[in-house]
């Protein structure tokens, strides 16, 4: 008999059933019961209803029943907490019961149920369990002090745990010490401030000889506590370092990778001079390799690591290049980050090698590999100069294979070899020129075309070739249409007699017949220039380009460092720092590797001063949350932040290559031409895409957009300000804000000379036209006026966020007075963000600034709902279906370039919904979520 | 609140897509989750290349690939993924070494006892007990006798008593054991991953080597194992029973073993004048232009073999998408063409130099499709009993701390690791 008869009862009535089996009398029954309904968990089946019952069962002698009966509490106490509570009687019994296991499993269970009042169950047990003389008991409540620490952290202070905690450290246990390690780190980590492992020369030494004690997972844990530590000098560096080389040889491949992650950062300090440099160099070698022979999976986490450290310390692997080739059935992501590695260990001595490997794998079957191992060709050429010749009779090989996409990709690349080595290989354009037809891929056509009119001069027929392109111009995407204006430019310079026509043919498809902006103002550029002064104009177009740079897809200094102090973790297989897309990470804490430090060196002297400190922070990159509610407030200083900020550097280098771009763009060699080195992985054309993100603007306003507008109420009682009522309500409409006011005069006299001014409030708000009463307004009369708003104005933040003081003056007095404006008058027509974007950033900010609403009785369906938000600008960019509840992905975007991310849950037949908000500037949500009830429920 | 939990969630699915175990260490989470899973899974088209690290919006997927299983864990912060990757594998193993094979039909006949060791195995996200040693002692393997007797007389396949080797400092052996035979076997193992070139010359050779062991021996022995020539292994992972300062200073291991079965250490040894090729294969295979068939032809022979027969030979080819049907005779041993995955074997035996093993024939080619592009790599297995193809040799195995005389034994066995041949 197996345990699959677990499963096999009958569906109807099965609870009813098992509640039976569960209160029988027979001990045996019993048992089967809780074990059918530990079945029906692991198969996520909810059994919580089954509690008071199972719990029932929990007081016996029998250690398997109890055991059991645990099981299944710890399934439930997480989510039950009420209920386990029922449960905790017997647990303070059980942790007095002489059987240490049945000891540890109730203080165990307890520390799982998170209610506050449990705590006050919990310490005295718990105290006890962390000097048991079982040491069994003693780890299980070492870790469980961490959960404590979740539920109630100065409880846990108080009752001066974490010194108990602190002490488990020298535990005579292994066991013991892995787990007080574990619990310490949480605490530390999830409680920066709490100071808990503060590192000093005594407790490392204490964790260092842990180290030896410990169980392989408790290594990994102190090894990354080790790796937070600042080391005073470079002698005690080297010590650390000598007494963590032996975990390289380690079975566990998480241990060796920690460890290799201290050594690497610890290296820092050495100075290159020192043997022991020499030799630590020589260690790390062997275990990094082995790990290679591991699961495909670790060998994936292990790449993606080895990438970063052979881009920090080259040194360390440039004599095992052959552990990176590939074999056939590896699994493609192992294959992809092998051949990266190959790249960059390429050098004089082993290109001979990696050619010939590369040209075997440019053979395979799989697509993607074989196009990346045809690139990977291209980047040895530029990377090593010495080989560029054998690369491009290599590529030209792969060219004779004709397989298209080999063909393709092969070309894209000579075009670089080309940029690099100018005049050398321009042999080879025949047999380009022989493969025109086959192309049929964007980037290659680009490339070929670029090609041919860089070396109009060289090949006959250019005119032939390039006026070939023409036919079919408006199919071309833009990347072509911009190549073949220019080339057809260069040609027309460099052979100014034969190719007057067409020139003219494409400088007039270019400017009258296209809609494509980017390629209009390129061609009236090359227009004017060509008819002013085509001298200049020769200069211009036909200057000499700057030479493309060796080395392609280098991760940017700073970021490396950091990513070095992150070796083994996530933020190392994403090659983005944790703060970039961890939710609930380490927040804006950076991580820098230390600075060199020489033990000889003075104290006094200032370089050596700050080395005993904590490392001086690095330059901070990536916006803070600090820097987005600077945003928010400074709006005049500066133009918002329009899209959701990513990792900075690649924001940063953005900006550059737009620049670059469009100095490119000017000496005509655009948009392709962007030297590889310069530009990360970026989508679209530089000029381009700033170009249409204003026509989205504008078709966006395009479509109506009718806002929800609220009744008008009163703002200002006439017994307030002298007799002049005046009630209002906001609305926004295609695009523009506007108050629409009605002021009526209940006084005896008449008004006039009216005149409004808002205070400086959050969103900058402010009058766009004066307030214009046409005539004076006698009394009980009254007058429906609406005054357009912007939000150019000086912005000051008010609390509440969206209050607005005005003031209005007639011929009577000036009046003041205050009133709330709707969020969603802020919420701008182009708030649709795009689906990866969205993705992205809903992972890049952080989980503190998620909040979640209700909204209750909102009779409306999914498709509904999202209408009816579309008109207020909020934007559906994703809908899934999950469990039978819809889940709306919706953003929607301020007009000072703020954007608040939601997830609009809702389940059919319940007219409660869950909004959960994120957004940078939290404190928009709550007013956000005041505009949803606001537009769903009128 | 921030969630500073390590792993919060464990789903085993088959391969056909069903979940059909789940075990949650912390708060319950959806099974929906597994859908970006499931979604990755569509995109990579073959099993085994599923990225092992997925991102979803709310959590990540860190994700093994086992006995035709995917363990799939649920992370939500920034944890060392090979940290989940190592201990995920070694789920696999207690699987494996509880019930004999780490199936689906296994576990779910002992979905009690998994829950339980998974229990075990990880308390707040943090791994606690791994060592099968330990685990063993907590949550009793079952037997098919155990199971007899369990429901007979009602008794319990859980430990009463707590596990000895929590007790003292090495925690990966149990205290009181006996045995009325006292053994202590060990096996060298070697596997040469090699990357043979179209004309024969090796690009890339190394030796990945083992050294397990199967150790009865009563009481708490303490062992010295030395070599003829240690210099070989300067690249070695130790199980952590092995005394590190010992192997540094004197290069012999030193340690008091688990009980049982367990991997003493790994090592490669990679310097290409050291790694023997034993078997060349000559072959060729070629398609012709505008014409539905193709020649194949390869034979096998032996190389540097150190006079060893080499056996249990099996050559398996990819062969190229058009290839319709193969037929071949083969001079010895048997083969098979899957006509839907297009995987050739070749099961050979062994050789005989008087006469080589050959494969040859014509193969059949979708007509009217264009020649392969790509020549098939040749994966080649095989075995050399009695020869470590690195020359290692164990010197001698010495006893401490016990009186009685154990038996003690060394087989060497070379195979072939991922042995391919290019054409």
């Known amino acids: 008999m197996t345990d699959s008869k677990y499963f096999t009862t009958t569906k109807k009535g099965e609870i009813f059933e098992l509640k039976a089996e569960l209160n029988s009398d027979k001990k045996e029954k019993k048992k089967e019961a809780v074990k059918k309904v530990i079945a029906s968990m692991t198969v996520g089946k909810d059994v919580s209803a089954l509690f008071p019952d199972v719990v029932n069962c929990m007081q016996t002698d029998n250690l398997e029943l109890k055991k059991l009966v645990y099981l299944y509490l710890m399934n439930y106490a997480k989510s039950q907490p009420d209920m386990a509570i029922m449960a905790v009687n017997t647990f303070v019994k059980d942790c007095e019961d002489p059987n240490p296991l049945i000891r540890a499993l109730a203080v165990r269970t307890m520390g799982c149920i998170r209610v506050d009042k449990i705590t006050e169950y919990l310490c005295e047990p718990l105290r006890k369990c962390l000097k048991d003389e079982d040491p069994y ?14 539920i109630n952290a100065q409880l846990v202070e108080d009752q001066g745990f974490l010194d108990t905690l602190k002490d488990l450290i020298s535990d005579s246990n292994p066991m013991v010490v892995a787990n007080a390690v574990a619990a310490l780190s949480e605490i530390a980590e999830s409680h920066p401030s709490s100071n808990l492992l503060d590192l000093n020369p005594q407790s490392i030494n204490k964790l260092l000889t842990a180290l030896n004690e410990c169980t392989e997972w408790g290594q990994i844990f102190i090894l990354d506590c080790l790796a937070n530590y600042m080391p005073k000098d470079d002698r005690e560096a080297q010590s650390i370092c000598e007494r963590v080389t032996p975990r390289l040889s380690h079975a566990n491949s998480a241990v060796v990778l920690s460890a290799v992650k ?17 030799t630590l160099l ?3 070698a062997p275990p990094l390799v082995t790990l290679l022979s591991a699961e495909p999976e670790l060998q994936y986490v292990a790449l993606r690591n080895i990438n970063l450290i052979v881009q920090k310390r080259p040194e360390i692997l440039k004599h095992e290049m052959k552990v990176f080739f590939v074999k056939y059935n590896d699994p493609i992501y192992v294959k992809l980050e092998k051949l990266d590695i190959m790249i960059r260990l390429a050098s004089q001595a082993n290109i001979a090698q990696v050619l010939a490997e590369l040209k075997e794998y440019a053979t395979e079957v799989d697509v993607d590999f074989v196009r990346k191992a045809v690139r990977a060709i291209g980047r040895c050429a530029i990377k090593v100069e010495q080989s560029a010749e054998r690369c491009v009779s290599t590529l030209l090989d792969l060219i004779q294979t004709k397989v298209n996409y080999v063909v393709q990709e092969a070309i894209v690349v000579i075009k670089d070899i080309f940029r690099k080595y100018p005049n050398k290989y321009e042999s080879v354009i025949a047999t380009l020129c022989e493969n025109l037809d086959s192309l049929d891929e964007p980037e290659a056509r680009a490339a070929m075309i670029w090609i041919v009119g860089e070396y ?10 390039l006026e070939s392109f023409l036919e079919g111009f408006h199919d071309e995407s833009t990347q072509v249409q911009l190549q073949l204006l220019t080339a057809i430019v260069k040609l027309f310079l460099k052979k100014p007699t034969e190719t007057q026509e067409l020139v003219q043919q494409v400088l007039s498809l270019a400017t009258q017949d296209s809609d494509n902006p980017d390629l209009r103002d390129r061609g009236y550029i090359y227009w004017r220039l060509l008819s002013t002064d085509p001298v200049a104009a020769k200069e211009v177009v036909l200057a000499e380009k700057p030479l493309i740079s060796e080395e392609t897809d280098l991760i940017e200094p700073t970021l490396l460092d950091e990513l070095i102090c992150y070796i083994g973790t996530l933020a190392s297989v994403y090659h983005k720092p944790p703060s970039a897309f961890v939710e609930g990470g380490r927040g804006v804490v950076h991580k820098s590797l230390p600075p060199r430090t020489a033990s000889n060196e003075s104290t006094e002297s200032p370089e050596a001063a700050p080395a005993g400190a904590p490392t001086g922070e690095q330059p901070d990159v990536i916006p803070t949350q600090g820097d987005l509610l600077g945003d928010l407030l400074n709006l005049d200083l500066g133009p918002p932040v329009s899209g959701p900020p990513l990792a900075t550097s690649s924001v940063q280098m953005g900006a550059v290559d737009l620049l670059g771009g469009g100095l490119d763009s000017l000496i005509g060699d655009t948009n392709f031409g962007a030297p590889p080195a310069a530009a990360p992985a970026r989508p679209g054309a530089p000029i381009g895409s700033g170009l249409s993100d204003l026509f989205d603007l504008t078709s966006g306003v395009g479509t109506l957009s009718g806002s929800y507008v609220a009744p008008k109420a009163v703002w200002l009682p006439a017994m307030k300000a002298k007799g002049l009522e005046i009630s209002g309500t906001f609305t926004r409409q295609v695009g523009s804000i506007s108050m629409d006011l009605q002021l009526t005069n209940k006084a005896l006299q008449v008004m006039m000379d009216f005149a409004i001014q808002f205070n400086r409030n959050s969103f900058g708000l402010a009058p766009a036209a004066p307030l214009q009463v046409h005539a004076p307004l006698s009394p009980n009369q009254t007058v429906e006026i ?7 104005g000086s912005v000051m933040k008010m609390d509440p ?26 919420f701008v027509e182009d708030g649709k963000m795009d689906r990866q974007m969205f993705l992205a950033t809903w992972k890049d900010i952080p989980n503190e600034n998620e909040a979640q609403f209700q909204i209750r009785d909102c009779p409306l369906n999914a498709e509904a709902v999202s209408s009816r938000l579309q008109s207020s600008n909020i934007f559906t960019i994703a ?10 992905y919706q953003s929607l975007k301020l007009t000072n370039g703020i954007w608040v991310l939601a997830e609009l849950r809702i389940q059919p037949g319940n007219t409660s919904f869950t909004l959960s908000l994120k957004c940078r500037a939290p404190e928009v949500s709550p007013h956000v979520y005041q505009a949803y009830e606001t537009i769903l429920k009128n | 609140m921030v969630e500073k939990k390590m792993i919060h969630s464990l789903f085993l699915i088959n391969c056909s897509g069903d979940i059909f175990l789940e075990k949650h260490w912390k708060s319950v989470v959806s099974q929906s989750v597994c859908d970006y899973f499931f979604e990755a899974q569509e995109k990579a088209a073959d099993v085994e290349n599923v990225p092992p690290v997925i991102s979803t919006p709310h959590h990540y997927l860190i994700s093994i690939y086992r006995d035709k299983l995917f363990f799939v864990s649920v992370i939500q912060t920034e944890v060392p993924p090979l940290f989940v990757i190592e201990f995920l594998h070694r789920v696999a193993d207690t699987f494996q070494d509880y019930f004999g094979e780490c199936s689906e039909a296994a576990i779910k006949d002992n979905v009690v006892i998994v829950y339980e060791l998974l229990e075990e195995m990880l308390d707040n996200g943090f791994p606690l007990a791994t060592e099968s040693n330990i685990l063993k002692e907590l949550i009793k393997p079952p037997t098919i006798l155990r199971s007899v007797v369990n429901s007979i007389t009602g008794s319990s396949n859980v430990g009463d008593t707590l596990p000895t080797g929590q007790l003292s400092n090495i925690p990966w052996r149990r205290a009181g054991v006996k045995y009325t035979n006292n053994e202590a076997y060990f096996d060298v193992i070697e596997e040469i991953d090699a990357i043979i070139d179209k004309s024969g010359s090796t690009v890339f050779a190394e030796i990945q080597g083992v050294i397990d062991a199967c150790i009865k021996l009563s009481g708490m022995p303490d062992l010295s194992l030395s070599f003829m020539n240690p210099r070989l292994l300067d690249d070695v992972s130790f199980h952590p029973c092995i005394r590190f300062k010992r192997w540094e200073s004197e290069r012999v291991l030193s340690f008091i073993p688990p009980d049982g079965n367990f991997r003493l250490i790994s090592y490669r040894v990679s310097s290409q004048n050291l790694v023997a090729i034993p078997v060349y294969v000559k072959h060729s295979i070629s398609f012709k232009e505008n014409s539905s068939c193709g020649r194949f032809d390869i034979t096998i022979g032996p190389k540097q073999n150190m006079g060893k027969t080499i056996e249990g030979i099996t050559v398996t080819v990819h062969m190229p998408k058009v290839v319709l049907n193969m037929s071949l005779t083969p001079a010895q041993g048997s083969y098979t063409f899957d006509p839907v995955t297009k995987v050739l074997t070749w099961d050979v035996g062994k050789i005989t130099p008087q006469k080589l093993p050959s494969l040859k024939g014509l193969v059949n080619l979708q007509s009217g499709a264009p020649k392969p592009e790509e020549n098939p790599s040749l994966n080649i297995q095989f075995k050399i009993q ?3 193809i690195s020359g290692l040799k164990v010197n001698r195995l010495d006893m401490y701390g016990e009186k009685y005389k154990p038996f003690k034994g060394v087989k060497y066995v070379t195979k072939a690791g991922k042995f391919q041949v290019r054409t």
């Open chain 1, 137 to 150: 008991v003693r780890k299980t409540a070492a870790v469980c002090v961490a959960k404590l620490h979740d």
């Open chain 1, 262 to 278: 201290v050594l690497m950062k610890f290296m820092e300090m050495l100075s290159k001079d020192l043997d022991y440099y020499g």
């Open chain 1, 282 to 284: 020589k260690k790390l």
């Open chain 1, 456 to 465: 109009a001069e060289r090949i006959d027929n250019a005119d032939e070739l």
């Open chain 1, 786 to 792: 609406s005054l357009p708003l912007n939000t150019v």
């Open chain 1, 801 to 826: 966020l969206n209050n607005l003081q005005v003031a209005v003056k007639n011929n009577i007095d000036i009046f003041y007075f205050s009133t709330l404006y709707p969020l969603h008058i802020l």
């Open chain 1, 879 to 888: 809908k899934r279906n999950v469990e039978g509840q819809d889940m709306l």
């Open chain 2, 386 to 388: 009695q020869l470590a």
